[in-house]
């Protein structure tokens, strides 16, 4: 059975040319399944979808065999399933600031896991571990909005693990990190997926989603599936890289990164973010 089935799903915001169109695929559990595609092509919408954030305007998407609609995530009253789903679900926006709402770093991360009623003490001991696993225990009494902006995605990042998530969705989750944070974040990531997560990386940066990733998909700009395959095999196919603006003719890949050669760049440059949203 797998974790998530997606079927001919379609989303269309208000005003708005569709943002995915008829995609459909499957996920298995403890998967490491990369997003790619260029800025614009539903890939963040995907996320919220998969998050029960947002519903299909067509098709259907399944969690554990169960469809997620407003009925079974919002209006149900005795929802057992939407509490289930919440809990087991973590999602990673791309933009930090949005995440961050809470006076203080430990009022964030206590937030998801006081929705659920945990009992204080529980709450407590759950923050400070997060806290000390991600190294911002010195962080506890500082206003989120206040920190660098690698400190404010490892408090985002915190805030979504206190309630044990088994699935993380990650949206551009390398976007404006420093050298050494996104080092870190890798490290994170393949701890989390020892620990049998399933993590989905939506994102445009090739390098992470070869550093984490077994399997791929890849969205064109048309919003629809262009391909699917193994990390190698897509990273490898160059001209489908091209083809949905992944890449361009002066990127080339060597060992383990894509690289820019050209009079502009030095020898080994790293493909650049870029800031806009699907």
């Known amino acids: 059975m797998s974790l998530y089935e997606l ?3 379609t989303y269309s915001y208000p005003g708005q040319i569709n943002a995915l169109q008829d995609v459909s695929f499957t996920v298995e559990s403890g998967e490491k399944l990369a997003i790619l595609g260029a800025n614009g092509s539903g890939k963040s919408t995907l996320l919220k979808l998969m ?28 929802n057992t399933f939407m509490q289930n789903f919440r809990q087991k679900i973590g999602i990673l926006f791309q933009n930090a600031d949005v995440q961050l709402f809470c006076p203080t770093v ?34 506890r009494n500082r206003t989120p909005y206040a920190l660098s902006g690698g400190e404010k995605k490892r408090v985002a990042i915190a805030s979504i693990l206190p309630v044990n998530p088994d699935v993380l969705l990650l949206d551009e989750p390398t976007a404006a990190l420093d050298p050494r944070t996104q080092s870190w974040l890798e490290e994170f990531l393949h701890s989390m997926a020892k620990a049998g997560k399933t993590i989905i990386l939506a994102t445009h940066d090739l390098d992470i989603a070869d550093a984490i990733c077994d399997r791929v998909i890849v ?14 095999d897509i990273l490898e196919n160059r001209d489908l890289l091209l ?9 080339h890949h060597h060992g383990e990164s894509w690289h820019k050669h050209g009079e502009a760049w030095h020898e080994h440059s790293h493909i650049p973010d870029k800031d806009s949203h699907d």
């Open 51 to 78: 998050a029960g954030l947002i519903f299909p305007s067509a098709g259907t998407i399944a969690w554990s065999s169960q469809l997620l609609t407003k009925k079974t995530l919002v209006t149900s009253k005795k």
């Open 243 to 251: 083809q949905v603006n992944l890449v361009h003719e002066h990127y």
């Open 7 to 9: 079927s001919d799903v």
């Open 106 to 139: 430990f009022d964030e991360i206590a937030f998801g896991p006081m929705q659920l009623n945990m009992p204080k003490i529980e709450v407590e001991n759950r923050v400070i571990e997060v806290m000390e696993m991600l190294g911002i225990t010195h962080l």
């Open 219 to 232: 969205f064109g700009e048309d919003h629809r599936i262009a391909a699917t395959g193994t990390t190698h």
